[in-house]
């Protein structure tokens, strides 16, 4: 079956593949704009998003009637619902119609950074025993003050970087630390979650300081690709500073532009 999937109040694929108001969605894409959540899930929100399951070859000519109805493309999962459900055969149900009450409950998984690699979330995501066996998480980065009940006294598989959710947060002393750790699980096809208390701030500012280091690539782009995994991402002011300043290690000199109100 193939999926076309309308999104009315989630624009992040304006300017990628634009065809005639339609654009590719990788399964990853789906299964980010799924787990995106508020204080609620973003799937209780009624205009958030509207999923239509089609017969082979449907989906672009209905992809294209629905573009007529909305200011947003229309995305067309590439592989359709056979390949999404292989990937992420834990979302699979029999279930049919929800109930409000049901989709206020739904509890979100952590936010795809690298397909199968790399998840990022919070300390109830990384405490959910279900989670990290759906997910096949082997190691840990846990950047709050809490201690989380896996990999307990394991280095090799649990990176604890202890700094408070603050203005005066130094994440600057342990950022090669943390690619090293990073590089390591990689190479040994280690699938690792980095998490912290909220997901938000401090777990988001590591991934963003990795992703400059492993694709050498500018604060900017590395910013612009978690907010599209991750919408509700936001380093704290003194975290985007600690940031640049490691974007100048890696690629030489201040690129990025912390003072646009972006970040």
């Given amino acids: 079956m193939e999926l076309t999937i309308t999104r009315y109040l989630y624009g992040c694929y304006k300017n990628k593949y634009r065809m005639a108001g339609l654009v590719l969605c990788e399964p990853t894409e789906l299964y980010n704009i799924l787990n995106q959540v508020t204080k609620l899930s973003r799937l209780t929100e009624p205009n958030y998003l509207c999923l239509l399951e089609l017969v082979p070859g449907a989906a672009v000519e209905c992809g294209r009637a629905l573009a007529q109805l909305t200011h947003h493309p229309v995305c067309i999962l590439k592989g359709g619902y056979e390949c999404f459900s292989a990937m992420y055969h834990f979302f699979r149900t029999q279930k049919i119609i929800w109930m409000p009450q049901e989709l206020d409950a739904f509890q979100p998984y952590p936010a795809e950074i690298m397909p199968g690699k790399i998840y990022l979330g919070n300390f109830r995501q990384a405490c959910d025993p279900k989670i990290q066996k759906d997910l096949k998480i082997k190691a840990h980065v846990n950047i709050s003050m809490e201690t989380g009940p896996f990999f307990i006294n394991d280095d090799d598989n649990l990176l604890h970087i202890k700094i408070e959710d603050s203005l005066e947060a130094n994440i600057f002393p342990f950022l090669r630390h943390l690619c090293h750790f990073l590089e390591i699980h990689l190479q040994l096809g280690s699938v690792i979650l980095v998490f912290s208390t ?62 646009d109100p972006l970040y």
Avoid: Y
């Fill in 198 to 259: 909220l997901g938000i701030s401090r777990s988001c500012a590591a991934i963003l300081a990795f992703l400059i280091h492993w694709n050498e690539q500018t604060l900017k782009k590395s910013w612009a690709f978690v907010k599209k995994c991750k919408n509700n991402m936001r380093p704290n002011r003194s975290l985007v500073a600690q940031l640049s300043e490691w974007e100048k290690v890696i690629l030489g000199d201040f690129v990025t532009d912390i003072l």
